[in-house]
């Protein structure tokens, strides 16, 4: 059993600003932090982050870089914001951590911009669960999200993401990276034990070879973003059978992989 | 004097989507391709870009991470595309790039997002120039970055940023990341020589504690953007004295540090 300390802190705060008129304004801006992660009392990575789910967020970072097989191999997960460190104490070494450590890619997407090598290796021929989705029920979701975005209306320059079911939001979260934003999703299934085979994954970015990869890594069949994508996240979605949506906003989008698993229930 | 060799590629391609009347499209995605440094036959790091200016964005990612001094310490930089590899070789071995490549921060930016720990150190005590931009200068650029962005507004999916002095764009470009984007300007201004002190940058992205570290790199006393900004970027930006124009959009914008060197002088 992990042994975790939750700690809250505050997403943002308020500065003056001067406006085009010479009016002296005040704005709230987004929170951002620099998290250092030390497994076993070595130092791992340095993840900038609003710190709105800390713990998650490093659990989910771990799982997707692979740094641990199971949740049992953690002992403790201890954030300190004094420090700015991530602290885990692991009950199982990985024998890999320093090459895992070694390759590094940076990637396109927003905010936490690396993926080990080795980690589209072990997706290779690995295929997702082919569910559908009611047309209906991604525009009632796209409508949902609107409310939820709380840090990006009072203070932007964040990213949102959620893990939904059905019409069920499972999980919401904002953080200064998309990338982060999904950890700390990735993180929250881990912790519940959470299977992806039946949700749909939503992002207000775009989407880019990294969040497609992450996407598959945590089973999740479909993934929904306001945003574009990029030609590798079109291949990627492709080769693992995730089903592709972007542009989704309001009453539009556009599909560019499995068109075939939505039903078209909403007549215009 | 450094060798380089020129290697255009395709930014963009099309592919077939279904919009929400269930009607086939074509629409364009933007490439993202890896691309892996190597200097002196040593594996560096993997930058996912669009590929615009291959050499560019090596040769500011170089700079900005502060493998070397000066650009004459390189002495070929080959772009190949087949093995997607940017080979270089130098004529003054760094000492330090074991510990450089050691230290790793995630950051919060778009696209390429990490900074070795060193470079923050690097820039304590810096202070900018100290230029003043008239109102009616910053409304003529923003107008006119709304013309150059070709890619986004076909393809979405990217990041622009452009390098200014007065009304005129020195250099403008886009990328899936926004750090791909500044970074390949930053190579530019190395290999051309130009100072940035009488320069104002411009991005589309969100000003990050990376966009504001960047900046002051660079020796620009200006930045100004589309985007929020997070408190970190404008705590940096008060630190290294940089003007910080947020929210930049047609007629408005909000100066977050800086405001006394802003004239207005556009009469609403």
Chains 1, 2 share one sequence.
């Not at 975790?4 to 010479?22: L, R």
């Not at 799982?63 to 104490?89: P, R, S």
């Not at 090459?99 to 905010?111: M, Q, V």
Request: aromatic share 8%.
């Amino acid at each position: 059993m992990i042994e975790m300390t939750a700690s809250k802190i505050k997403g943002s705060s308020c500065v003056f600003a001067v406006n085009e008129k010479g009016q002296s304004i005040e704005i709230e801006l987004v929170e951002e932090r620099a998290l250092t992660i030390y497994i076993d009392k070595k130092e791992i990575v340095t993840l900038m982050t609003m710190g709105s789910f800390p713990e998650l967020l490093v659990l989910g970072y771990l799982k997707n870089q692979t740094f641990f097989e199971t949740i049992g191999d953690i002992k403790v997960l201890q954030v300190d914001w004094q420090t700015n460190a991530a602290v885990i104490v692991s009950s199982k070494k990985n024998p890999n951590i320093e090459k895992l450590k070694a390759r590094r890619t940076i990637t396109s997407g927003c905010g936490q911009g690396t993926m080990f090598g080795n980690v589209v290796e072990s997706l290779k021929g690995q295929v997702l669960a082919k569910r559908s989705i009611e047309q209906s029920v991604l525009y009632y979701l796209l409508n949902h999200f609107g409310q939820r975005n709380q840090v990006y209306k009072k203070a932007g320059a964040v990213h949102g993401c959620a893990l939904c079911k059905g019409k069920e939001v499972l999980f919401f979260v904002e953080d200064v990276g998309r990338h982060n934003a999904v950890d700390t999703i990735a993180g929250h299934m881990w912790l519940k034990g959470i299977k992806g085979d039946d949700c749909v994954f939503y992002t207000t970015g775009r989407l880019t070879s990294e969040m497609v990869i992450k996407v598959a890594q945590m089973g999740v069949p479909i993934l929904l973003s306001r945003s574009g994508a990029t030609k590798m996240g079109f291949e990627l979605a492709c080769e693992f059978g995730v089903t592709l949506i972007s542009r989704a906003k309001g009453q539009h989008f556009q599909v560019l992989n499995g068109a075939e698993r939505i039903v078209f229930d909403v007549t215009a």
